[in-house]
T-cell receptor, first 118, second 113 residues
Framework: DTEVTQTPKHLVMGMTNKKSLKCEQHMGHRAMYWYKQKAKKPPELMFVYSYEKLSINESVPSRFSPECPNSSLLNLHLHALQPEDSALYLC?????????????????FGPGTRLTVL | AQSVTQPDIHITVSEGASLELRCNYSYGATPYLFWYVQSPGQGLQLLLKYFSGDTLVQGIKGFEAEFKRSQSSFNLRKPSVHWSDAAEYFCAEKYDTGNQFYFGTGTSLTVIP
């Protein structure tokens, strides 16, 4: 199974709402990522988890709160978002760099959640 | 700082013509290099990857890429483009010292009949 799943596919929320994005993989990957992507732009890294611990936070506003409850799941909790946060949110996973020198560590991406903030 | 450059923002080719998308990576002792493709509203799909060995790598959908250390380049090629190849293409680099990936700005490919 080389699939990363994300739910929901689409999400519309108001600026006062609280919602969560979910990501799941069963490839045994111990590195998981959240990216934000605007149209015609490359993915912007938000967070990286390594062995269920947050290892990189790219100065993301606190209205985005990541959570990695276990090695297969990654959540992104959203609260008090702004309209400029509307984007495609991508989850990805890879073998952690500690997996071995000969591991390519390529990322596998989910299909994304299209988020619209009104 | 690590960086990946894709000099061409947008390329238009005729169906059946050959294609080359350029990618230059920043210097790294052991670069892991990747090409991803993204159709509108979709996630990124890995086309091919390079770490070591043969500098000409084959990928899915008839794509290939050549690693040239002397030019810090990893250009993507396809001998004959199909209309379904129209998409956004991203080159990416990763070092073996961490989990972070560095993406280029992307090249948008349009295929005309």
């Amino acid at each position: 199974d080389t699939e990363v799943t994300q739910t929901p596919k689409h999400l519309v929320m108001g600026m006062t709402n609280k919602k969560s994005l979910k990501c799941e993989q069963h490839m045994g990957h111990r590195a998981m990522y959240w990216y934000k992507q605007k149209a015609k732009k490359p993915p912007e890294l938000m967070f990286v988890y390594s062995y269920e611990k947050l290892s990189i936070n790219e100065s993301v506003p606190s209205r985005f709160s990541p959570e990695c409850p276990n090695s297969s799941l990654l959540n992104l909790h959203l609260h008090a978002l702004q309209p400029e946060d509307s984007a495609l949110y991508l989850c990805a996973s890879s073998q952690d760099r500690l997996a071995g020198a000969n591991s390519y560590n390529e990322q596998f991406f989910g299909p994304g959640t299209r988020l619209t903030v009104l | 700082a690590q960086s990946v450059t894709q000099p061409d923002i947008h390329i238009t080719v005729s169906e059946g013509a050959s294609l080359e998308l350029r990618c230059n990576y920043s210097y790294g002792a052991t670069p892991y290099l990747f090409w991803y493709v993204q159709s509108p509203g979709q996630g990124l799909q890995l086309l091919l990857k390079y770490f070591s060995g043969d500098t000409l790598v084959q990928g899915i959908k008839g794509f290939e890429a050549e690693f040239k250390r002397s030019q810090s380049s990893f250009n993507l090629r396809k001998p004959s483009v199909h209309w379904s190849d129209a998409a956004e293409y991203f080159c990416a680099e990763k070092y073996d010292t961490g989990n972070q990936f560095y993406f280029g700005t992307g090249t948008s490919l349009t295929v005309i009949p």
